[in-house]
């Protein structure tokens, strides 16, 4: 089963981007908007993903985030309601927004690989189904075709808190899913075997879901 997780929260983010905007949002997002975010309480560590295949918007990024609770801390409510002017030129040029604060269910391994694919699953977080895929990702990382694997499941009401930073960004939602799995593949065809497990369990479950290939673009950390 898994190991409790060194941050029991994780904000996730996938959206598109004006393509004549893209390197300016690279620059941005690398050099002031991840730095900004991991200034905040309990923000820990940051991952921004481009699509390499699949569904998915151009952009996936994820935070680990220390506890739901930091979500609602003084200093991340204020960074929300007063971005920077380079925040407001960057995010109105945002399409096809999906956001989700989760709560972080469990994490396996502490792999950092240059692919990750990412599995969106209707469902409501059924013990019994979070359990099962929690014993199938511990085997595929056990036969060394992962290097990790993480598994979030939306906070609603957290995610639609209201913010100048969204109105920005015009239109989101979380996109009709609940639950963000997340599996490093340490190659190609390893991350295949084990998406193919993961695809069986999903379909004796009948769980609607997604699922997109991303290669790693930016990871930031902080050591205190």
């Not at 981007?17 to 975010?37: D, G, I, K």
């Not at 971005?83 to 989700?100: A, Q």
């Not at 598994?151 to 239109?171: F, M, P, T, Y």
């Not at 190659?187 to 769980?207: K, N």
Request: glycine share 8%.
């Amino acid at each position: 089963m898994p190991t409790r997780p060194t941050t029991d929260a994780m904000l996730c983010i996938w959206h598109d981007v004006e393509a004549n905007h893209v390197e300016e949002y690279l620059r941005w997002h690398s050099f002031e908007h991840l730095p900004e975010r991991l200034a905040l309480p309990g923000f820990r560590f940051a991952r921004r993903y481009e699509l390499a295949e699949g569904p998915g918007q151009r952009f996936f990024c994820v935070v680990d985030v220390r506890a739901l609770a930091d979500f609602a801390s003084p200093e991340y409510r204020a960074r929300l309601d007063a971005p920077t002017e380079w925040t407001r030129r960057l995010m109105p040029r945002y399409g096809r927004v999906h956001r989700s604060l989760c709560r972080t269910l469990w994490t396996l391994g502490n792999g950092l690989t240059g692919l990750t694919s990412c599995v969106r699953i209707a469902g409501d977080g059924d013990p019994a189904f979070t359990e099962a895929l929690a014993s199938l990702c511990a085997r595929q990382l056990a036969s060394h075709h992962l290097a990790s694997a993480q598994l979030g499941v939306l906070d609603a009401a957290v995610s639609g808190q209201d913010s100048e930073e969204k109105r920005l960004r015009r239109s989101e939602d979380s996109g009709g899913y609940d639950l963000a799995l997340l599996l490093g593949g340490i190659s190609r065809d390893a991350l295949q075997s084990a998406l193919d497990a993961v695809e069986t369990l999903l379909e004796r479950h009948r769980l609607r879901h997604e699922t997109s290939l991303y290669a790693l673009s930016c990871a930031l950390g902080r050591s205190d």
